[in-house]
Nanobody
Framework: QVQLDESGGGLVQAGGSLRLSCVASEDTFSRYAMKWFRQAPGKGREFVAAINWSGGRMNFTDSVKDRFLISRDNAKNTLYLQMNNLKPEDTAVYYC???????????????WGKGTLVTVSS
């Protein structure tokens, strides 16, 4: 069972940038499609972005499409989320997730990280 460890969260002003990282415990990292989700205070968990095993296919929720980039480095077992032009409504706990359907960016999640908090001040 893969373990996922997120980092990079913090406090940033609106308009600023942050880069989240997620390190996987296994060298089989390239066998998973990877995803980012977030959960704002008092709200349900929502999908943010996904990337297939090779990085050749990505998917984003509409609210972040022109601002966030998802990428992965299979040699380092690491997933990234570059967040630009952050808005107060991006404030949430961000979760890394893995799907065993490595080529399918829409597949359900099999493993979750514990999350990292991003707070965007206005």
């Amino acid at each position: 069972q893969v373990q996922l460890d997120e980092s990079g969260g913090g406090l940033v002003q609106a308009g600023g940038s942050l880069r989240l990282s997620c390190v996987a415990s296994e060298d089989t990292f390239s066998r998973y499609a990877m995803k980012w989700f977030r959960q704002a205070p008092g709200k349900g968990r929502e999908f943010v972005a996904a990337i297939n095993w090779s990085g050749g296919r990505m998917n984003f929720t509409d609210s972040v499409k022109d601002r966030f980039l998802i990428s992965r480095d299979n040699a380092k077992n690491t997933l990234y989320l570059q967040m630009n032009n952050l808005k107060p409504e991006d404030t949430a706990v961000y979760y890394c997730a893995a799907s065993e359907a490595a080529s399918d960016v829409t597949a359900s999640v099999d493993y979750w990280g514990k999350g990292t908090l991003v707070t965007v001040s206005s």
